[in-house]
């Protein structure tokens, strides 16, 4: 849901909360989550996995904030209202 609308931080603050359900344990098993296409992992390879995730829509995040940015400082620019 949070994807669909380029909601990145939300979805990277939602699997935070999801990732906190398990602990760094290689013994521990957690069935597929088919919603994000993950298999049957042990709770410390899908808490690494989510943990990925979150730093890839953060990532995606941060790229767009900075080429928002950009853009309104060059918008800025050629209005003769930033000088650089």
């Not at 380029?6 to 597929?32: C, M």
């Amino acid at each position: 849901m949070h994807l669909q609308s380029q909601n990145y931080v939300e979805a990277a603050l939602t699997l935070k909360l999801h990732s906190d359900l398990y602990e760094w344990d290689l013994n521990s098993f957690v069935g597929p989550m088919e919603d994000l296409g993950l298999p049957q992992q042990s709770h410390f390879h899908r808490k690494e996995t989510l943990c990925l995730l979150i730093l890839n829509y953060l990532g995606d995040y941060i790229f767009l904030y900075q080429l928002f940015l950009l853009t309104s400082t060059q918008v800025r620019v050629k209005l003769g209202k930033l000088r650089l």
